[in-house]
């Protein structure tokens, strides 16, 4: 199952993330993973979320706080998205990024986890064909985190 992100469109003006993430703060969301980039006029925010009222449930994905960014005229829309372990050698990344290169995956962005000291980094990947990066990922034993990233 492919983990749910977040992508929210912001104005580029002083303060707009800190509002975005200062609104789900105050609902109890937490971004577990965030890639802010800009451009001219705009910058695109990509999220993944845990919703602690959610976060027993066999499957939490980002409802609660897509529904807030709606009620606060936010412009989101939500997507699959990997989420990997980076392996714990020199060059690990390469572990990922190789097999998906030979497998002509492109990978639109990649971004990792918030607060995972002393322990694998994780990435999240947005790729054009996620069903076959997963398998590709797999067959590779890279180990995909799933539902328990909202949990982290």
């Known amino acids: ?77 939500v997507t699959p998205v990997l989420a990997a372990e980076v392996p714990l050698h020199p060059g690990g990344i390469n572990a990922i990024l190789n097999p998906l290169t030979k497998a002509e995956i492109n990978i639109h962005y990649l971004y990792t986890t918030i607060n995972r000291i002393g322990e694998e980094t994780i990435v999240i990947l947005g790729v054009d064909k996620i069903d076959e990066a997963r398998e590709v990922l797999q067959r590779n034993w890279i180990h995909l985190i799933e539902d328990e990233i909202y949990s982290l």
């Open 1 to 77: 199952m492919a983990v749910k992100q977040i992508s929210v469109l912001l104005g580029n003006i002083p303060g707009t993330l800190s509002r975005l993430t200062n609104i789900l703060d105050k609902e109890d969301i937490t971004a577990k993973a965030l890639l802010a980039a800009s451009a001219a006029e705009s910058s695109m925010v990509r999220m993944v979320v845990n919703d602690p009222e959610r976060a027993r449930m066999v499957v939490n994905d980002p409802e609660r706080a897509a529904a807030i960014l709606e009620s606060f005229g936010f412009n989101y829309e």
